[in-house]
């Protein structure tokens, strides 16, 4: 089947020059990845909402003689706006 796509100029030209180092023609190049694609293991799905920062945070290591973060100002504000901006 003969199928028309558009790919960006950068793109394909670096696509184009490894097939040549490589010997193959960008058809061959193309098939076999789509046939890699379709058979290969399907990605991990992307964590939903906020979990990424929830993992994220629990690699934070503190620094020594640091003061508050910008987390614990942004949350102490929160708390002041609630309690009527006192």
Do not use: C, H, N
């Not at 990424?52 to 949350?75: H, N, S």
Request: without cysteine.
């Amino acid at each position: 089947m003969k199928v028309t796509i558009e790919v960006p100029d950068d793109l394909y030209r670096k696509v184009k020059a490894k097939s040549a180092l490589l010997g193959k023609p960008v058809r061959e190049v193309t098939v076999e990845l789509y046939r890699r694609w379709i058979e290969g293991p399907e990605a991990a799905p992307a964590p939903a909402g906020t979990d990424w920062l929830d993992e994220f945070r629990k690699l934070q290591v503190p620094a020594d003689g640091a003061g508050p973060t910008a987390r614990d100002i942004l949350e102490a504000g929160r708390k002041r706006l609630e309690r009527g901006g006192q």
